[in-house]
């Protein structure tokens, strides 16, 4: 079955820092999504991305926020600043035209 | 805005019985699917089931299944004949409001951790 692969798996950073978070979604999928789920808490919607552009983003999804799709395969988030409050899991996930969500396994990001 | 409501945080079952877990949500969309993950501690969404809004039949998936109360807004999750392994955190989702872009990004509640006693 496709999968959605996401790395690093886990990435420690000085605050500060600037990471980037990589995604392969699935190869047909059209749609390409980032959440967080800061520990103990629930899955926040970050942003959506289609047709290479960003489609909808949420109130989370600042000026420290980008995504890009640099080569038709990858999806990259970066945090341009890291702050200690944007320790978390990240999640990517795809879907195609219908609502076949797939999530990865997630990066946990630890800022210390 | 989207909610979904999870009104139980915690349950627990024992070995081999049946539970079930609460969810609500609210959208103005006639046509959309519901889904139930699992997050383990490892920390993966795992997808359980999912329900497609326009079917009546409730979806099943081996010792998973739903009951889809449309007009209530309601979809729980029956796991019966528990497992060990059920033991997770799991979360009703449903997509967003349809807002032009066609995102569909899922709202999630807040989770209710399963606990399995032996």
């Known amino acids: 079955e496709p999968e959605v692969t996401q790395t690093p798996s886990h990435q420690v950073t000085q605050m500060g820092q600037e990471v980037i978070l990589r995604c392969v979604p699935i190869?047909?999928?059209?749609?390409f999504y980032w959440y967080r789920q800061i520990l103990g808490q629930k899955v926040e919607f970050l942003v959506s991305?289609?047709?290479?552009?960003?489609?909808?983003k949420s109130e989370i999804f600042d000026d420290q926020f980008s995504v890009e799709r640099p080569d038709g395969s990858n999806f990259t988030l970066k945090i341009r600043s890291t702050k200690l409050e944007d320790s978390a899991m990240y999640f990517c996930?795809?879907?195609?035209?219908?609502?076949?969500?797939?999530f990865g396994s997630g990066t946990r990001l630890t800022v210390v | 805005a989207q909610t979904v409501t999870q009104s139980q945080p915690e349950m627990s079952v024992q070995e081999a019985e049946t539970v079930t877990l609460s969810c609500t949500y609210d959208?103005?969309?006639?046509?959309?699917?519901l889904f139930w993950y699992k997050q383990p501690p490892s920390r993966q969404m795992i997808l359980v089931i999912r329900?497609?809004?326009?079917?009546?039949q409730n979806a099943t998936e081996n010792r998973f299944s739903v009951n889809f109360q449309k007009a209530a807004k309601s979809f729980s999750l029956k796991i019966s004949d528990s497992q060990l392994g059920d033991a997770a955190m799991y979360f009703c989702?449903?997509?967003?409001?349809?807002?032009?872009?066609?995102?569909?990004?899922?709202?999630f509640g807040k989770g209710t951790k399963l606990s399995v006693i032996p």
């Open positions: 959208t103005s969309e006639s046509d959309y699917y």
């Open positions: 329900q497609e809004a326009y079917k009546q």
């Open positions: 190869s047909n999928h059209l749609y």
């Open positions: 996930a795809s879907r195609g035209q219908a609502y076949g969500y797939t």
């Open positions: 989702a449903c997509p967003s409001t349809y807002s032009g872009a066609g995102s569909y990004q899922l709202t």
């Open positions: 991305f289609y047709n290479n552009e960003i489609s909808e």
